[in-house]
């Protein structure tokens, strides 16, 4: 089992460029979440989805930010318009089972994608 | 929504000594509570975790509790150990309310001294 693949690893971009980050989750697993990572901070829930379906994104910012898991293929957070604020350590987690049964399952993350806005 | 708080920010141990991280929650109908280790510029790892239903488990040695009543919840880590020096967080289900993702805490910087 590969485990969550996440590219890329590390992502520069200029403020207005726009930023695709990609998460495979782990086989079986069908729930997908995002969080990330500020310097020195912890873990910030963004956005859980199911294949074809956001569930939660409570967590998202409301304008540049989407996410998307569609039928095939990895998630994709997708940041338009990327200003300074934006650098930050974007981590992928996926489970087999949803939250509300999270006593049966575990939080399986990736090693994360950093990104760098110039 | 759920708030988890985490104390202390950073804590430094001799080696050899015992170290305890406290995490506080909020919602009361949260029923997961794991902790994770994060090593500098790698992926947070499930060390592990405790459910609503027991007061303490133990691994080895890490050991977790639980107090629903004050919900509050601790790691322990006894003969530390240099390679037990990372961020360690603590987190909580957010259930309810549609968010079914956990709520962290900032975390502790574990530092264990030689």
């Known amino acids: 089992n590969a485990g969550v693949m996440q590219n890329p690893r590390h992502l520069v971009r200029r403020r207005g460029q726009e930023a695709r980050l990609r998460c495979s989750p782990m086989?079986?697993?069908?729930?997908v979440y995002w969080y990330r990572q500020l310097p020195e901070e912890g873990l910030k829930f963004m956005v859980y989805?199911?294949?074809?379906?956001?569930?939660?994104e409570s967590g998202m910012p409301k304008e540049r930010f989407s996410a998307e898991f569609p039928k095939e293929g990895p998630s994709i957070l997708r940041i338009q318009q990327v200003v300074r604020g934006d650098s930050a350590a974007y981590f992928c987690?996926?489970?087999?089972?949803?939250?509300?049964?999270?006593?049966?399952?575990?939080?399986?993350f990736g090693e994360g994608s950093r990104l760098t806005v110039l | 929504g759920e708030n988890v708080e985490q104390h202390p920010s950073t804590l430094s141990v001799q080696e050899g000594d015992s170290a305890v991280i406290k995490c506080t929650y909020s919602?009361?109908?949260?029923?997961?509570f794991p902790w994770y280790k994060q090593e500098l510029g790698k992926r947070p790892q499930l060390i592990i975790d405790?459910?609503?239903?027991?007061g303490e488990k133990k691994d080895q040695r890490i050991a977790v509790t639980l107090n629903k009543t004050a919900k509050h919840f601790s790691l322990h880590i006894t003969e530390t150990q240099p390679e037990d020096s990372a961020v360690y967080f603590c987190?909580?289900?957010?259930?309810?309310?549609?968010?079914?993702?956990?709520?962290f805490g900032k975390g502790t910087h574990l530092i264990i001294q030689p």
């Open positions: 987690a996926s489970s087999r089972t949803s939250g509300r049964a999270m006593s049966t399952g575990e939080l399986f």
């Open positions: 919602d009361s109908a949260s029923n997961y």
């Open positions: 405790i459910r609503s239903n027991v």
């Open positions: 989805l199911q294949k074809e379906n956001i569930i939660d």
């Open positions: 987190a909580a289900t957010a259930s309810g309310g549609g968010a079914d993702g956990l709520t």
């Open positions: 086989k079986g697993h069908s729930h």
